[in-house]
């Protein structure tokens, strides 16, 4: 019995640390390093009137995984602009569009050279961390800003306003949430 049981141990043993590096379980362990750099530059803002929330912005900023050496599809060139995908869900709204109803988006001050809405079936959503149904997600071009602070700023002339801080230098991703906790 103890021989069956030494056997049965054994072979599940040599049979488990003999992955192989295109297995189907090697790729469940393997970090996704665009889906990770992605989440480290992604920050969410509301618009909240009457402890309610009127409008919920998720952005993305995509010039460090645009940057990212393996990202090959639907990436753009960044030298010439700050890029950022966002995604915008407005309350009582059909259109979930953050220039329409007096929503605006500003990055440092400036408004955005160009807004492109994306298709449900974008190859940049799948990428992205923190996609959902509701939202509609654009892909937003801004002029390019001189130095490493960038602010975001989601506005309303109703409900006010929400700003998203970001940095062009990469930060370790406990590090910027110590940030936003200290906040």
């Keep these: 019995m103890y021989k069956k049981i030494l056997l049965?141990?054994?072979?599940?043993?040599?049979?488990?640390?003999?992955?192989?590096?295109?297995?189907?379980?090697?790729?469940?362990?393997?970090?996704?390093?665009?889906?990770h750099i992605s989440l480290m530059n992604t920050k969410?803002?509301?618009?909240?009137?009457?402890?309610?929330?009127?409008?919920l912005l998720t952005a993305t900023y995509l010039n460090p995984v645009f940057d990212y050496i393996e990202c090959k599809e639907s990436c753009t060139s960044t030298p010439d602009a700050?890029?950022?995908?966002?995604?915008?869900?407005?309350?009582?709204?059909?259109e979930h569009t953050f220039n329409s109803r007096?929503?605006?988006?500003?990055?440092?001050?400036?408004?955005?050279?160009g807004i492109q809405k994306l298709d449900k079936n974008d190859p940049l959503r799948y990428q992205m961390p923190m996609i959902n149904n509701w939202s509609t997600y654009y892909k937003v071009k801004f002029p390019?800003?001189?130095?490493?602070?960038?602010?975001?700023?989601?506005?309303?002339?109703?409900?006010?306003?929400?700003?998203?801080t970001y940095s062009k230098k990469m930060k370790p991703l406990f590090d910027s949430l110590k940030e936003d906790l200290s906040r």
Aim: proline share 1%; charged share 30%.
């Design 44 to 55: 969410k803002a509301q618009l909240i009137a009457s402890l309610e929330t009127k409008a």
């Design 102 to 113: 007096g929503y605006h988006l500003k990055l440092n001050g400036k408004k955005p050279l």
């Design 144 to 164: 390019k800003v001189e130095g490493n602070d960038l602010k975001l700023t989601f506005e309303n002339d109703r409900f006010g306003k929400d700003t998203l």
């Design 82 to 94: 700050e890029y950022f995908f966002v995604g915008v869900y407005i309350t009582d709204s059909e």
């Design 8 to 35: 049965l141990s054994s072979v599940l043993l040599f049979s488990a640390c003999s992955i192989k590096e295109n297995s189907n379980l090697a790729q469940l362990f393997k970090k996704d390093d665009i889906y």
